[in-house]
């Protein structure tokens, strides 16, 4: 936790770069450690959308204790940071987040 994966339907240059930039910035986002950050890249995907296979990207965003009420400033910094890594702009982006509760999340043969 957390938990960023990035789909897209566009090939990135320097995909280990990028994936490092990504679980620094989700971190830094989301005031967590970078210890426990996740990020899982997955280019190249066949991703249609609004009608067009024009560059987009998906994201799911899961932690523990998202805040609800900073969805709206979440979004627009992971939007900001994908745009700017990516030059696609955000209305060609869609995430999704999942609040996960402690007792549903495993890790180091536990649970968090």
Do not use: C
Request: glycine share 6%.
């Amino acid at each position: 936790m957390p938990l960023f994966k990035i789909l897209t339907n566009t090939n990135l240059p320097d995909k280990k770069a990028f994936v490092k930039r990504a679980s620094a910035e989700i971190a830094a986002i989301l005031g967590k450690s970078e210890q426990y950050v996740m990020v899982i890249l997955l280019p190249e995907q066949e991703l249609f959308f609004s009608g067009s296979y024009e560059p987009a990207i998906y994201v799911e965003l899961k932690s523990i204790g998202l805040p609800a009420a900073k969805t709206g400033t979440i979004t627009a910094a992971m939007m900001e940071f994908l745009h700017k890594e990516t030059g696609i702009p955000p209305s060609r982006i869609y995430v999704e987040f999942t609040d996960v509760q402690r007792q549903w999340w495993g890790w180091n043969s536990d649970t968090m």
